[in-house]
Every structure is written in C-alpha cells, then in structure tokens.
C-alpha cells in the first residue's frame, strides 16, 4: 500500500489548537527531511515520487487532508514535477493551495538548503506563491508548460491503443467531447470501449451519470463485460476473478444517481468525485436526460448555448474530460437502404454544439454487412487529431471493437465483409493488466484472423439476436 512518508505528521492529533492546519508536500522523501531539519513540522513526501498518480490520496483524503487549511506544495520544478503539482491542485483545491519556489539554479528544496544554507530554506518557505484569484492567469503561471511546448511542440493527447483509431484522435482533459449517432448504432458500447482503454492505459477514472440505465447494476454489469472478456454470467467468470474485477471497478468506475438531473446537482457529485477519488473523465450518457433549474422559460437555443458553456467551463476549472452522448434529429435514410452518417449539425442546437464542443464523434453502423465506424468530425485542436473514420467489427460477447480495413479497399480486393473472419478479443483486462502492472499495453490488440471466424470465441454471432448495438441482454430476453 502506498503511503506518504512521515503521514502521522498530519493527522489531526498533530496540531495544536491554535496551529495553522497547514502540510508542506513535497516529492521525495530527501526533501521531506530537509524540512524536518530546519525545524518544520508537518510535512510529507508523495509515495513514488512524481508520477501524476494520486491514488494513494483516496485512503488518506478523508481521514488526514479534509481537517487541513493550507497545502504548500514544493515538488521538483521539471515537466513531471508541474504535473504532479496540477493533479494536486486540482485534487485538494486551488484554493487551499500554494507553490512554493527556489532560487535558480535549484530544482528542489534539499538542493537549496546544500547551496544556500537554512535560511534559504525559510525564505522560501515564506516567500510562497499564492495562486491567483480564478480566471487570471500571467505567463509566469504557465511558464514550465510553455517551455516544454517550445522545446518539442505541442502533444497528443492520450490515445486508446488502437492504431486507426489513435490515427485520427486522441484525448485530454479539460475537453468537451461530443459523441452522436442514430439510435442503435452503438454510441454506448463505442463510448464505453474507448474509456476503458484510457483507463488501462492511462489510469483514468471515470463517473458516469446515465439515467437510462437503470438500476445502475445493468450498466455496471456491461462495463464489467467489456473488461473481463465474456458474458457476466457465474458461467464465466470463477468466484475469485468475480471478485477482483468488482475491486477494480470500485477504485476506477463511479455512477452519479439520477434522482436529480439538475445540472448543477451533477456537477457538485462530479466535483466530489474528482476531488475524492481522482476521476479524468465524466460521462452524460444522454445530453436530454439532464435539465437546468436556473434556465426557465428560455428559448431551445439559448438553453442549449448556455447548458454547453457550463458543461464545458466544468471540463476547464476541474481538468476532467467531459464526453457529452447526443441524439441527433430524426434521420430518413438513403437510397441503399442506410442511414447518412451524421455529424454535430444533425443535432438540436446544431450551430452551438459544434461552436462548443471540443471533439465531435459519430458512432456510424452498416447493418447490412454487419460493421461499424467511429467518425471524428471536429477537432477544435489538430495536435490532438484529424477528420477521418476508423473501422471495426463489433464482438457481441462483451461489447469490444474489433479493428478492420478500410471497408471500400476490403470491397475493392473482393471481400466479404459481412463473413469476413476475425480472431475476437476475449482476454480478462482486468486480470491481465494485474498480471503485468508495468505494461504499457497490457492486451493484445485483436487483428484479422483468416483462419477461424471465431477463434477465442465461445459462441457464433447466430447464437445471439444481434439487432441492436444500445440494447443490453441476452438472446432470451434476460438482463445479461
């Protein structure tokens, strides 16, 4: 278990009552010891240095954190000493937080009080920065960022492992994400899907608010298929797996109740959730199942202009990724008998959503030869993506993608891609990535299989009624 070095330093017995309830933070123990040697009390180190995780905070928040004032932060002023600093601001409150800075050349304060002496060490201590008042910011503010961008140029964002995909977009937080598409043709699973992999790959948590699937354990049940392979039945899964996949979920997977779908109510749990347990991404799944209190009587567009502002100042202020699921307007389809793929235009309040969001997605389904693409058809920053479309075959087992071929060469070169055969991918994430903990890609990406249309697979495509991408259940009607 991770702990912070020298923790009982700020357990509320520690203080006085007439103390400032205040904690020095540093990055290394090293650090944390020059402190105590010039006199300081409270202050710890992070368990395992800067590494942006914070999930050591979610068993200390409530017992050693809440009862504190200020937080004065002094972690190493490289790349990945800002980060960790940003993800503890953005945990513990810009408002109770303060920076701390050295004189050049030092990078961290045990390097200040070898080069400069104790006194140096105090002067810091008392010369720290306040953060500015919300909403003001000074190059000095982002001057590490900068630097970095200026050195190798902007990045992508994170990326979900799957190389058509990540061809086309990629994710940050902070980001209005958009994802439409006709009913049926999968915007859930695809959503669904594309988090999962961020949170194997990059750690983040995520809080859904989903009023359409109700009770919570459906929707529960679901993600918990795409992780571990196989339907969730005791059928296929043992009690031990049962029993660890439903810890992983506890520590990454959070679900905002519906019994009020105000706006404002979500973003209060949601501002919880970030701060308690250090969610990056929160999910509305979908965009008319929330309403606004403060916004009677306004007309459609105005409401929708607004309710967008808010959702995506949200994604600002808290660093989280909002992805926002929408229904377009009722589409009539074309002559061969498909839908057109839509975009953020065929939405209510087309000129606004496109205005605001970040990112705009189209989940798109040929049903005729039974595949899928994911569109991306705006990114506001092209750093983080391009226009284009990915390809997939859709596995009905447990809600994964399955990458193919651009469907108009796989047409041109003859194939059939309505039989073509693919290896499907029915391995335990969960388990896998336990497994190998310091794996960057902990699963293997599923490719073409000629050989065996269902390799790895424990049912044919004719055992389910597949009809329905949004539709959760089992080819009897069962819930799972």
């Known amino acids: ?62 017992s050693h954190f809440d009862h504190l004032d200020v937080f004065y932060i002094s972690v190493d002023n490289d790349q990945k000493g800002v980060a960790e600093r940003q993800e503890l601001i953005r945990r513990l ?139 969730f039945s005791s059928q296929n899964y043992t009690k031990d797996v049962y029993e660890v996949m439903k810890e992983y979920m506890c520590k990454n997977f959070f679900w905002i109740s519906p019994d009020d779908t105000d706006i404002q109510s979500v973003m209060d749990r949601s501002q919880y959730l970030i701060r308690k347990k250090g969610i990056k991404a929160l999910v509305i799944d979908p965009f008319n199942a929330l309403t606004d209190k403060s916004k009677k009587n306004q007309k459609q567009d105005e409401y929708i202009s607004d309710f967008l502002q808010k959702l995506r100042w949200f994604a600002r202020k808290f660093d989280v990724a909002v992805f926002l699921v929408m229904h377009p307007t009722k589409m009539l389809k074309l002559e061969n008998g498909l839908y057109p793929v839509c975009d953020l235009y065929n939405c209510k309040g087309a000129s606004e959503i496109f205005d605001k969001a970040d990112i705009g997605l189209t989940v798109w389904r040929n049903e005729p030869e039974d595949y899928a693409e994911i569109h991306v058809t705006k990114i506001k920053f092209r750093h983080l993506g391009e226009k284009g479309k990915a390809a997939f075959k859709f596995n009905i087992n447990n809600g994964r993608y399955v990458e193919i071929d651009d469907p108009d060469e796989l047409r041109r070169q003859g194939v059939d891609i309505k039989t073509m055969q693919v290896r499907w991918d029915n391995s335990n994430y969960i388990i896998d990535k336990l497994n190998n903990p310091d794996s960057q890609l902990t699963f293997v990406l599923p490719t073409v299989e000629p050989e065996n249309e269902f390799a790895n697979s424990e049912f044919s495509r004719d055992d389910f009624a597949y009809n329905d991408f949004d539709s959760f259940g089992g080819d009897d009607g069962s819930p799972f």
């Open 1 to 62: 278990k991770l702990i912070p070095y020298n923790i009982n330093s700020i357990s509320p017995e520690a203080y006085s009552e007439d103390e400032e309830k205040s904690v020095i933070i540093t990055e290394g123990e090293m650090d944390a010891l020059t402190y105590v040697e010039c006199g300081y009390t409270h202050v710890i180190s992070v368990p395992s240095g800067a590494t942006g995780n914070l999930d050591w905070l979610d068993d200390f928040i409530d």
């Open 93 to 231: 409150g810009r408002d109770r937080c303060c920076i701390i800075d050295y004189p050049k050349p030092c990078k961290d304060i045990n390097e200040v009080l070898l080069t400069y002496g104790e006194d140096a060490v105090h002067k810091c201590v008392a010369e720290y920065t306040e953060l500015k008042m919300e909403g003001i910011q000074e190059l000095v503010d982002v001057e590490s960022n900068l630097d970095f961008i200026f050195n190798n140029g902007l990045q992508k964002g994170a990326t979900t492992g799957i190389p058509s995909l990540d061809k086309i977009v990629s994710f940050k937080t902070g980001m209005l994400n958009v994802v439409t598409g006709v009913p049926s043709h999968g915007k859930t699973f695809a959503l669904n899907y594309m988090l999962a992999r961020l949170n194997l790959l990059h750690g983040w948590k995520v809080a859904y608010f989903s009023p359409e699937f109700y009770p919570v354990s459906t929707h529960i049940a679901q993600v918990i298929e795409t992780f571990g392979g196989a339907r």
